[in-house]
């Protein structure tokens, strides 16, 4: 059972072998976090244990455990969240950087508008071997994110300064531990479909890492690049099938997901699971245009491999 909210918020950092990496966003993570408030990074079961790595940077508000959910992102974050002191909950990546003032931002905002249930911002993308300067003092002039925006627009990356009220992630089943990768899709899916009030913060609240999938001497690369098309593709299409009652009466966002599917399925050369995609019940409405955009994501794929 999660404990009770003693603390104002809770950082959520999964990460498994980037040992230099973590330092960082564990650093930039202490910097950020409102009094009172805890950082809680969730070791996957890292080679190096990031208890070592980390020793050196023991706080008050800050907790090294070991996941003891599935192994994998997803659940690293679900472990976290049941073992967080606070009410709301801020993931980050264990590669990204934290904005100074975004955190204190999202306690305010909460304060003046207390229906609010999760929200994400912009983002700051930043490569490595520059060097990352603080933002200037937070200003947001974002808003609530409406059902009539794309579903593009509605959604944001588990990566985005998202941040979620613990009560409404669990009671959303928390993130599916099966998905390899875009589990944040599918959670966002189901976020969308209860129907809760959520804001964007168009402020960047978060840096985040442009990496290599090979990653950079004893830390792993980026987890996306690494994954696949084939296996990316599975992914797309059991976000599909479980969301498949919401996404009926969502068109946007079917189509969305779908473009995504056929992308993936055509970088992989998967010409017949693209072509049955295509005529799927899914895909009804729209099996021309999907068609259409198959057929030119395997001649671009074609053209790279040649």
């Known amino acids: ?37 805890e950082v809680i990074v969730v070791d996957d079961h890292s080679r190096l244990p990031a208890a070592e790595s980390l020793a050196d940077l023991a706080r008050p508000g800050l907790r090294v455990l070991l996941n003891g959910c599935a192994r994998g992102p997803a659940g690293a974050r679900n472990f976290g969240v049941g073992q967080a002191r606070s009410g709301m909950i801020l993931f980050l990546d264990d590669d990204d950087l934290m904005v100074s003032g975004y955190p204190a ?17 912009a983002i700051e993308p930043f490569a490595d071997g520059r060097e990352v300067a603080s933002l200037p003092e937070y200003v947001d002039t974002g808003g609530t994110i409406l059902a009539t925006l794309t579903f593009r627009k509605q959604v944001g990356g588990l990566g985005c300064g ?36 959520g804001w964007f913060s ?39 099938l479980r969301n498949a009652d919401w996404l009926a009466k969502n068109r946007d966002a079917r189509r969305h997901i779908l473009k995504r599917l056929l992308k993936m399925q055509a970088k992989a050369g998967l010409m017949g699971q693209g072509l049955a995609t295509c005529r799927s019940a899914a895909a009804k409405g729209m099996r021309a245009e999907l068609g259409a955009y198959f057929v030119l994501n395997i001649a671009l794929y074609r053209f790279r491999r040649d």
């Open 162 to 197: 998202f941040w979620i009220m613990r009560d409404h992630f669990l009671s959303l089943g928390g993130i599916a531990e099966d998905l390899l990768v875009n589990e944040d899709t599918d959670f966002s899916c189901r976020l969308l479909a209860a129907d809760e009030p």
């Open 202 to 240: 168009d402020g960047p609240g978060v840096w985040v890492r442009q990496h290599s999938a090979t990653g950079d001497g004893a830390d792993l690369g980026n987890l996306t690049r690494r994954t696949g098309p084939a296996a990316r593709a599975g992914c797309f299409w059991a976000i599909l």
């Open 1 to 37: 059972m999660p404990e009770a909210a003693t603390a104002p918020l809770t950082i959520v950092i999964p990460t498994y072998d980037r040992p230099l990496l973590v330092r960082a966003a564990v650093l930039s993570a202490l910097s950020a976090i409102p009094e009172g408030g």
């Open 105 to 121: 931002h999202l306690l305010d905002l909460r304060r003046s508008a207390p229906h609010l249930k999760y929200g994400f911002s």
